[in-house]
């Protein structure tokens, strides 16, 4: 069977996002000053070929930890459907 996988990578609440202040500063000059914080992260979507969900979602944690994610500076959601 095949499955997508959506995994969802955020950087560490605890580190500094960059990317997110720097579109915090943007929005800000364009005058959205009601927006208090912006991370910026990303989303990836897998097809995988699998027995079974459990399985497909595996492969993709596997991925995810060895290729997608820093896990020293973010953290990853993974769900499949």
């Known amino acids: ?21 720097a579109v915090l500063g943007g929005l800000g000059n364009l005058g959205l000053n009601d927006i208090k914080d912006v991370r910026i992260g990303k989303n990836i979507t897998l097809q995988i070929e699998a027995d079974n969900a459990d399985n497909a979602k595996q492969i993709a944690e596997e991925a995810t930890k060895k290729l997608l994610a820093n896990g020293v500076m973010e953290m990853f959601e993974v769900t499949i459907s």
Do not use: W
Request: charged share 25%; glycine share 4%.
């Open 1 to 21: 069977m095949t499955f997508t996988a959506q995994v969802k990578v955020m950087p560490h609440k605890e580190l500094l996002d960059p990317q997110g202040k």
